[in-house]
């Protein structure tokens, strides 16, 4: 039967190509109308000049001149990147070093490990606005249980969210408990992957934790490191969401909290406050954050891969 089946591909190859091209053109139609042609229309319409929606005339690098190099324009553009740089470098520091400090007690399989697993990935499952809203809430200055705990040991009420000096950092906390589980998930199967026979070597030379963790574990997760190093910096440059839920679309209070994402949404669509929309702007900010998302991505990819080899 099995020498049947073989002859049976050997004459009639195209049913094997016609069957893997069936199996491929439902995705790469998916691809090409959801994702290359909103990308490439982008990249068309941030050379053109917009009345409202409608394009009125061909201005070149016009848009990008704007958002870069004049005000106020370039003021915006330059106070959300540095909010997203921000962004990037306190989620690699807090929620990835967390995380593998968390994967490598997990790693350990104390009493409660899976349970414990559990429920710092629970907080993945919801949905950003979800937490976003549930946020906004804790740290409401009048009620939220944040500034009602603090009032037991005596502290005043805290305008989290309505103060420049912290909102930012109340937003990033907020994001930092909603992506922790994933993270940590991805490192500890890095982890678990390490051969048990170097964990007990180490060991028996005398090795404890923090030589265990960093000259031994390490290293050896380097590809896991990769993996989580560079979501991290894509979803960094593709904040959205939560700013949006509990800072609104003008990254209040005065832009402390603005990022990309926001800048982008309310140039290309207006806002109520602002009032203003320049469609062609707003292509120009989504074509530079995707050249800065795929370029640098591109590099930390081929450098952090380069690294897996050395170590």
Request: glycine fraction near 8%; avoid cysteine; proline fraction near 5%.
């Amino acid at each position: 039967m099995n020498i049947g089946r073989r002859h049976t591909a050997k004459a009639f190859p195209w049913r094997r190509s016609l069957w893997i091209a069936s199996l491929l053109t439902p995705a790469l139609v998916v691809m090409v109308l959801f994702v290359l042609w909103p990308l490439l229309s982008a990249f068309r319409l941030a050379f053109y000049e917009f009345n409202g929606l409608q394009p009125t005339g061909f201005v070149g690098f016009e848009n990008f001149r704007k958002v870069l190099f004049e005000t106020p324009y370039s003021d915006w553009t330059y106070n959300a990147l540095k909010h997203n740089i921000i962004a990037f470098v306190a989620l690699m520091v807090f929620e990835n070093g967390t995380a593998f400090l968390l994967a490598y007690a997990l790693l350990k399989a104390l009493p409660g490990h899976r349970i414990h697993q559990v429920i710092v990935f629970l907080p993945v499952v919801l949905s950003a606005v979800i937490v976003g809203f549930l946020w906004k809430l804790f740290l409401h200055p009048l009620f939220g249980l944040v500034n009602q705990t603090l009032a037991l040991v005596g502290i005043g009420a805290i305008p989290w969210l309505g103060n420049e000096s912290t909102a930012l950092g109340s937003i990033l906390f907020a994001n930092i408990w909603h992506w922790l589980g994933f993270p940590t998930l991805v490192l500890l199967a890095g982890m678990q992957r390490v051969s048990k026979e170097v964990i007990e070597a180490a060991r028996l030379d005398g090795a404890g934790d923090y030589v265990l963790m960093t000259r031994i574990i390490w290293p050896l997760i380097a590809p896991s490191v990769t993996i989580v190093t560079i979501l991290t910096f894509i979803g960094s440059f593709n904040w959205f969401e939560i700013p949006y839920v509990m800072a609104g679309l003008t990254g209040s209070p005065g832009g402390a909290t603005d990022v990309l994402g926001l800048y982008f949404y309310r140039t290309a669509f207006g806002s109520t406050t602002t009032g203003i929309q320049d469609f062609g702007q707003g292509s120009a900010l989504a074509v530079m954050m995707f050249i800065i998302v795929a370029g640098v991505t591109a590099i930390a990819l081929r450098y952090l891969r380069r690294r897996e080899i050395e170590l």
